[in-house]
Each structure stands twice: as structure tokens, then as C-alpha cells.
């Protein structure tokens, strides 16, 4: 056993050192040395001869399993080749950081120094339209919503002004007035406020002409542009008024039926559904349809008349599903809007 390695020769690239011991017929994983330095000039352990790595723009810098296979490192003349490492943590987290599993906290992320400084930060990159480094389900906490009767503290134990990352660029370019900036879609994570549809059991005008949606554009709408510290883009959509359909602009609104399960179940079909699309996190995590308040399971109401009542509105139920009650009812309500 031992001796010095050959040269490596001309348009070759030395991966790894193989120490063959005498008498041997079997080559052990311990015999094995793989190259391990990460930068030009640092030397690989327990190599004999060209143990100094040599890395060019493409070449392999890694053959260890589990560590980096294309980390940063840097050529002779000092620049980066690469900023990616692809290692097997990396791998298993692809599909789950693409489903919105993964949702991380925007602050941090962005180096922010407050909630309302990362969604200034947020629109800076969104209206770029490169939402390189954004993922669904990454969030902003919101430390309170305050305005006339709306009084909102954060609280830790179930989120309740967690705002987060539902869909990008989902209205670019649709409406009777066409979105024209680049965004992403928010809406909060859990169930922040309650409140009923209208006072009676009607749904006469359908969501525009509602009490709820008085309600929501007056005091939670000032409480919300307060806390993010900018007005969001303004969306028009095409909603149902219960008899025909009409465009409506908003820049803080409640998603359709559509818009949470991707097709109506209560609802009308056909114009009524409009320009409504599924948001994304909602396909790739359903779970996410499903929505706390005071930490328990709720129903929280929709954009979204029955089409076959005069008296209820749609909602998503406590477990997940697509279910309608009568306007009177109390239940949640989970803004969303444009960034």
C-alpha cells in the first residue's frame, strides 16, 4: 500500500484518488477519496498528487453525497462562478417550497425592518414581474389593524394577521380597466374578524350591494392600507348581482367561490363566475382553504351569491368544503389583496 498518485494528464478532470492496498481484491469506500475542497486553491484531503482543485465555470466541485454539488466557487481570476448549492436537503424541499409549504417570513427574507417596510419592499420586487426568490405561502405579520371600531392585535397562537402569498400575477392585464402593474395576491392565513352578510336573509344585489361589503371597505379597508403602509393595487373583477353580472373594482376584497375551490358548487356558472381563476395555494395546498379563528376551525364567507336563493351567500366550511347559509349569519372574514 501507499505511493504517490499519477499526474492527471492534459483535458482530463482528476475526480477522486483510489489507495489499492496490496493483496487487496476489494476497494472499500474508506479507499476512496473524493474531491472535498470547495475553492481554487485548497487542497483535497488525503490526495497524493494534484491536490490543489481546479475549477472552471461548469466543471463538477463535489462528488461527496449529500454536500454541494454546484456550490459558489471562485476561478484564478477571483469571480464567482456560481451561487447555487443543490445538496440532498435542497432536493427534498423543491416540491413542498413549491406547493406553499414552506412559507417563510417575509422581514426576515427581505431585511426588513418592520411589517409595513417589507411590503414596501414586497412591491418594489413585485412590480419588477420577476418574482425570482418569492414563494407561495411566504407571509408578512401584521402587528395590529386599527380604524374607528376596528381594534386587532396579533396573536401568536393561531396568526390571525398573518398575511400571505396566495397567487402572482393573477389579474396582470384582466378587467374591464386592465391591471397593468405586476403583483403578487395576499390574503390573510386565518380568520382576523367576523361579521354577517346583511342584517336579513337576503342577497338581493348579491356581494356588492351587502352590508358586508360596506363594512369592508370602510373601516377594515382604512385599518388594512394603514398597516401595510401603502393602498394596493386595485383589482376589477366580474361579480354576480344576484340577476346579471358587473364589473367591480376593489383594493381590498373578499375571493369568489371560484377563487377558493376553483369551480363554482353554489354559485352561478357562465359570466357570473367572471374573471375568477383559483388561487394557486389553494390547488397546491388545500389545506390552506381551511381557516382559524380564536384557534378553532370556522366558515368564512365568499364573494359569492347562491344562485338558487334569495336569502344565502357561499362560504368555505370550518372542514374544507364548499357550503352556503342564510345572510344573517356571523362568520369569518379573510381579506385579500394586491401587492
Given at each position: 500500500p501507499g505511493g504517490v498518485a499519477g499526474a492527471v494528464e492534459t483535458g482530463w478532470l482528476k475526480i477522486c484518488e483510489i489507495l489499492v492496498p496490496a493483496s487487496s481484491t476489494t476497494v472499500l469506500n474508506a479507499n476512496i477519496y473524493n474531491i472535498d475542497a470547495i475553492a481554487v486553491g485548497e487542497s483535497n484531503t488525503s490526495w497524493t498528487n494534484g491536490i490543489t482543485s481546479i475549477y472552471r465555470n461548469g466543471s463538477i466541485s463535489d462528488m461527496k453525497t449529500g454536500q454541494e454539488l454546484n456550490t459558489t466557487h471562485r476561478s484564478s481570476d477571483g469571480k464567482n462562478h456560481s451561487d447555487v448549492v443543490l445538496n440532498t436537503t435542497n432536493i427534498?424541499?423543491?416540491?413542498?417550497?413549491?406547493?406553499?409549504?414552506n412559507g417563510r417570513d417575509l422581514e426576515a427574507v427581505l431585511g426588513a425592518s418592520?411589517?409595513?417596510?417589507?411590503?414596501?419592499?414586497?412591491?418594489?420586487i413585485s412590480s419588477t414581474g420577476d418574482f425570482t426568490g418569492l414563494r407561495l405561502g411566504d407571509y408578512i405579520d401584521i402587528p395590529s389593524l386599527n380604524s374607528g371600531a376596528i381594534s386587532l392585535t396579533w396573536n401568536a397562537s393561531y396568526q390571525n394577521l398573518r398575511a400571505q402569498i396566495v397567487s402572482f400575477d393573477h389579474y396582470y392585464n384582466t378587467g374591464d380597466t386592465a391591471v397593468t402593474s405586476h403583483h403578487v395576491v395576499m390574503q390573510f392565513k386565518n380568520i382576523p374578524i367576523e361579521h354577517q352578510y346583511n342584517a336579513t336573509d337576503t342577497n338581493a344585489g348579491?356581494?356588492?350591494?351587502?352590508a358586508l361589503y360596506t363594512w369592508l371597505h370602510g373601516d377594515l379597508q382604512t385599518a388594512i392600507i394603514s398597516a401595510l403602509g401603502l393602498t394596493p393595487l386595485t383589482v376589477h373583477r366580474l361579480l354576480s348581482d344576484h340577476v346579471t353580472w358587473e364589473w367591480k373594482a376593489e383594493s381590498v376584497f373578499l375571493p369568489t367561490e371560484v377563487e377558493v375551490f376553483?369551480?363554482?358548487?353554489?354559485?352561478?356558472g357562465g359570466h357570473y363566475t367572471g374573471s375568477s381563476l383559483q388561487f394557486p395555494l389553494f390547488a397546491s395546498n388545500p389545506k390552506t382553504k381551511v381557516k382559524l379563528f380564536n384557534n378553532i376551525r370556522s366558515h368564512w364567507w365568499e364573494a359569492t351569491?347562491?344562485?338558487d336563493s334569495t336569502a344565502n351567500f357561499?362560504?368555505?366550511?370550518?372542514?374544507?368544503y364548499a357550503i352556503n347559509?342564510?345572510?344573517?349569519?356571523?362568520?369569518g372574514v379573510v381579506p385579500a389583496f394586491l401587492i
Open positions: 427534498k424541499n423543491v416540491v413542498p417550497d413549491a406547493l406553499g409549504l418592520s411589517a409595513s417596510d417589507a411590503f414596501t419592499k414586497l412591491r418594489a348579491g356581494y356588492a350591494a351587502s376553483g369551480t363554482q358548487a353554489w354559485g352561478r351569491d347562491r344562485s357561499c362560504l368555505a366550511y370550518s372542514t374544507g347559509y342564510i345572510a344573517s349569519n356571523t362568520y
